[in-house]
């Protein structure tokens, strides 16, 4: 049975899907470069949540996703959303990615990234910062949480750009570009290809072998255009090997031996 790719024909049609897709597909479209070259195995829309990934190590991770400002009344929701399912399943982490935070939100979010940036600090160090976090959840009603925050939840935030489909689309190709030293126009079918893939499996497993092979693909036949171009010996150098008067390798773009050099002395 033949492997499933995103270069398979019925990837390639309907590629105007791509100018209406929800923030929740811009989001995957701008991470997916991201989670492929870590260890995420494969991803799920709609599952108990917006997104969930599948680590190699068996380890899964939920995403919520919000194309708008969170709310620290949307915030108590989904972090009880993320306590229920942690009875069930011990997540390794709970991310919540938005467009924004507000107010009350994004200080907590900026202390939580600070608490984990001083993780080679002395534990006093990191105790100060763990009380600010412990004082900001008593006022946003939230301390029953405080463990599972602390430990496992993450905020994706600031992503309002994500709303902008040129945007969501330029950053995608830049990265392929950049990253993988491919053409614009390869880097352009992946993106539709990617775009058209996850609205057709949209609540089915995707394997991010379909990604990873796809970038290999077009590796490879950018890899071969460019040699395919560059010719190894040139026709002025074999037309010289006519000439039975005049056997030198002093022509354009070659490179002289000593005994051309020798010869042209004489």
Known sequence: MQAESLLDPKYMGGLNAAKGFRFETSYILNRIQT?????VESFQQETWSDVELFLLSGSRRLIQIKDHTLSRAELTEVLNEF????RTFKYEQYVIASAGLAASVEKLAR????????DHHNQDERHVIAQKIENTLQLLNL??????????VFFDSNLASLRNHEFCR????????????ISTESAEQIFF??????TQSHGKLIKLSLFRDALVQAELENQEASLSSFRLIRKQFLDSLQNEHQRSFFYSGSTPTWSDVNKQGH
């Open 111 to 118: 202390q939580l990234e600070r608490y984990r940036s001083i």
């Open 35 to 39: 989670w492929a070259s870590s260890d």
């Open 83 to 86: 306590s229920l399912r942690d």
């Open 193 to 198: 290809r990617t775009a058209e893939l996850l």
């Open 170 to 181: 330029n950053a995608f190709l830049g990265g392929l570009v950049s990253a993988h030293k």
């Open 143 to 152: 301390r029953k949480h405080h463990t599972l925050i602390l430990e496992k």
